[in-house]
């Protein structure tokens, strides 16, 4: 049974691995946001360590309904002071590894959602 469709007209992440991701094509190695509007930003963070409140609150600027934050390869959760901007426009904010962000975003962009993910992009060791 086939529940997707063949071609959608929102951005789609096409594959990722440790320190990337595929969007429609292109091989990203750093952070990065992309939305379901058509947004892709470069997200000016290299290490879990380095998150602060400035970089939700970039997201919080997104026109989207919710965004997912790809914590890395593993699920680390923000400090709930650095979500403030994000509840001061009632954005809702999940978190999970990034696969499972990668995988989320399409489902949800799919479906015709105002999504956007952030993709924290580690470089490996």
Same mark, same amino acid.
């Given at each position: 049974?086939? $529940? *997707?469709p ?5 951005? %789609?992440? =096409?594959?990722y ?11 990203i190695?750093? %952070?990065?946001? &992309? !939305?379901?509007?058509?947004?892709? &930003? ?23 309904? @919710? #965004?997912?934050?790809? !914590?890395? =390869?593993? @699920? ?6 650095? +979500? *403030?901007? $994000?509840?001061?426009?009632? #954005?809702g ?9 990668c995988?989320?975003?399409?489902? +949800?962009? *799919?479906?015709?959602? =105002? #999504?956007?993910?952030?993709?924290? +992009?580690? *470089?490996?060791?």
């Open positions: 049974m086939k $529940l *997707q063949d071609k959608s007209d929102v951005q %789609s992440i =096409s594959g691995g440790p320190g990337w991701v595929g969007v429609d094509g292109e091989k190695t750093h %952070s990065v946001i &992309i !939305s379901s509007g058509g947004a892709r &930003i470069r997200w000016p963070i290299d290490a879990f360590e380095h998150l602060g409140e400035e970089h939700f609150a970039q997201l919080a600027l997104l026109e989207a309904e @919710v #965004v997912i934050f790809g !914590s890395g =390869s593993r @699920v680390r959760f923000p400090k709930a002071a650095w +979500l *403030q901007p $994000l509840m001061a426009r009632r #954005v904010l999940e978190t999970m590894d990034t696969a499972a962000a995988r989320t975003y399409n489902i +949800l962009a *799919q479906e015709g959602r =105002s #999504v956007a993910v952030a993709l924290l +992009l580690e *470089q490996p060791a």
